[in-house]
């Protein structure tokens, strides 16, 4: 009969770096993307000019990426957990 591990098995590092720069990716763009939109809606003039179009840039890059990051941390995270199951099963 199989021993069920009363350890739980903590992230990798891969997983935790990962997880941080997904979530710092998305806050930098979802902040950015709300800038853009408060400086729009007062002056739109002013968006053609300036930093203003690298900061909205930011947010229409960034995240399509945090979203891909966060997708492949799914993915590896449950690639991990299968491994310890199939690994605590055969026990």
Do not use: H, K
């Not at 909205?56 to 891909?68: K, M």
């Not at 799914?74 to 690994?87: D, G, K, N, T």
């Amino acid at each position: 009969m199989g021993r069920m591990s009363s350890e739980t098995s903590s992230p990798s590092l891969i997983e935790r770096i990962l997880a941080y720069a997904s979530l710092s990716i998305i806050v930098v763009a979802l902040l950015s993307f709300f800038a853009t939109l408060i400086v729009g809606l007062n002056d739109r003039e002013a968006m053609a000019e300036g930093l203003w179009p690298f900061v909205y840039g930011i947010s229409l890059i960034g995240l399509p990426i945090g979203f891909v990051l966060l997708i492949l941390l799914l993915i590896i995270s449950q690639v991990r957990r299968r491994a310890e199951f199939r690994r605590n099963a055969g026990d």
